[in-house]
């Protein structure tokens, strides 16, 4: 197949050797010349994602939104979180066969599985709880209270750590807190302040202590220290506007911020976490959710859930020789289909999408 610029330019070059020369013997040698490009042009690459399937999220209700996703590796399940169905869905993520609902959570928000425990941890922002669930028969086992308007996690795998956002009781309508939870003992240890009504999404180093978190009604970044369990500082969002969703290149420094600066525009906010400052920013659609990085590769994949007329799409970005990064491509999913998630052990990419203008479902894209 011819690659698209080559072939465009061929078409000139050839229809301009027709005009100029109405001998078919001077045509076809013209055509001889070009016929090299042909040879040395390299192929269009191929797309970063190539969809596979729409999974049916059953019997969900009309209702825009559906929350975090997460995986069980070895069992090959995914969890999803169709919040008007106030339920967790349990997916074959091999088959896209549904093996199980779980029922009767208020406000479904986030997942974490726990493997070696066989226990699924699901926070309730609606009843402000942590529930928790045998793996094996989805029974529930415990709640972990005092949790109000548990939203967002993080995990550290070296302490068995999860950390929550959440509203702070008692504290009025200015402070909330990211709550410690150990999922080991499955106790709630304490809670670090953070100076805002609506912390949003995190990003946690691996190899230091910090946590980034969204302060979103602030246009701030909270910087935590997870070992001090204190706030260390905040840094003002200054480029776009209601930041809500969190990537980390932590071997480069690098911190990325989605804000959803409208319905249907957004921004990708390129923060150094050396010095706290914004370095650069990149359009996006409306309603970012979801940011990965994806180290081996140097990709940024951005999950946005614009409403009709616009409508969701994944962006991925590639890190450029110099440091930058440019756009590999823009893959249409669906309205309101915000929250993804990436899972680089199998090389797929879910894209959770509401009941809104049809059936509530999964996208399952291969990354390539």
Known sequence: MIPTTVGWALRVKVYFCRAKENSLRKLLLCVFILSPLLLV?????KEPLRFLMAVVMPDVPKGPYSDHLAVDMDGHRLFATPQAQKSVQVIDFTTGKLIHTIGGI????????????????VTDGEAGLLRIYNGKDYQQIKTIENLPDADSVGYDPATKYLYVTTAMKGSGSEASALSIVDTTSAKLLGQIKLPAESPEAMAMETSGPLIYVDLMDRN???????????LVTTWPVTKCKKNIAAGLDEAHHRLFIGCRDTE?????????????????????GGWVDYIAYDPPTGRIYASC?????????????????????????RTPTAPRAKTALFVPEIKRLFVSVPHFEDQARILFYEVQ
């Open 106 to 121: 208020g406000n479904p928000h986030s997942v974490l599985y726990r493997q070696d425990l066989g226990k699924i941890y």
């Open 264 to 284: 249907t525009q957004g921004t990708l906010d390129v923060f150094d976490t050396q010095t706290g400052k914004e370095l650069e920013v990149y359009p996006l």
């Open 41 to 45: 042009a390299r192929p269009d690459s």
């Open 220 to 230: 701030k970044i909270a910087v935590v220290d997870r070992q001090k369990q204190s």
């Open 305 to 329: 859930g614009a409403p009709v007329p616009d409508g969701g799409a994944i962006y991925v970005f590639k890190t450029t020789t110099d440091g930058h990064y440019a756009l590999l491509s």
